[in-house]
């Protein structure tokens, strides 16, 4: 029930393209969904997290697009650029309980210009 | 500059011996946390510690130890008893009140020969 479901493990995508990266949940206790970005040998970094009580959540190109009924949450990149290429993972957490975020596996993304 | 630092960024220790990782922040926050990363399986939560001198054990603790003795400081230290020690180490801290939002150091990739 803890656990976050990320496919596809890698994506292809050329340039001006989108990119799509999807993840499922168990738990609906989780409050919070945010997606990371990792760059090779660095850390990831926040890119844009969404709540359950919006369908949506747009920032520049990024999007998230959440389904409560489906336990569902989907990554977009629209316009997919070489600058983009990175792993992406989606996590979740109960916000006020222990802090704790669940990663999924990861998505490594290349986009081919 | 605000951030956190870990080092050393590449760390080889012979089998049977303990290391420990170094994690410093300027943030100001509370929490602090460990994970391993491994190639397809995301990120795994090590231990975590939401105030100066407490811890908990995350998902995969075992063989691994740590301290916070200070706000600013979460070394880990990985024991001989960590069965399969090589990884990418990462540390990550959190803000009162903003605790899914985890801001992570560059890593440190530990490789046992």
């Known amino acids: 029930q803890q656990q976050v479901k990320q496919s596809p493990q890698s994506l292809i995508v050329q340039k001006g393209g989108i990119s799509i990266i999807n993840c499922a949940y168990e738990n609906t206790a989780f409050d919070y969904f945010p997606w990371y970005q990792q760059f090779p040998g660095k850390g990831p970094a926040l890119l844009i997290a969404i709540r359950p009580d919006v369908s949506e959540k747009k920032e520049g190109r990024f999007t998230i697009s959440f389904n409560k009924s489906a336990k569902q949450f989907s990554l977009h990149i629209m316009d997919s650029q070489p600058g983009d290429s990175a792993t992406y993972f989606c996590?979740?957490?109960?916000?006020?309980?222990?802090?704790?975020?669940?990663f999924g596996t990861g998505t490594l993304l290349a986009v081919q210009p | 500059d605000g951030g956190i630092t870990q080092s050393p960024k590449y760390l080889f220790r012979k089998e049977g011996q303990n290391v420990t990782l170094s994690c410093e922040q300027n943030l100001n926050h509370d929490a602090m946390y460990w994970y391993r990363q491994d190639p397809g399986q995301g990120l795994r939560l090590i231990y975590y510690?939401?105030?100066?001198?407490?811890?908990q054990k995350g998902d995969i603790a075992e063989g691994y130890s740590v301290s916070r003795e200070k706000k600013e400081s979460f070394p880990l230290t990985v024991t001989s008893a960590q069965k399969n020690p090589t990884a990418f180490y990462l540390c990550?801290?959190?803000?009162?009140?903003?605790?899914?939002?985890?801001?992570f150091g560059p890593g440190t990739r530990l490789t046992v020969l």
């Open positions: 990550a801290s959190s803000t009162p009140g903003r605790e899914d939002t985890q801001y």
């Open positions: 510690s939401q105030i100066v001198n407490d811890f």
């Open positions: 996590a979740a957490s109960i916000r006020g309980a222990t802090n704790k975020l669940i």
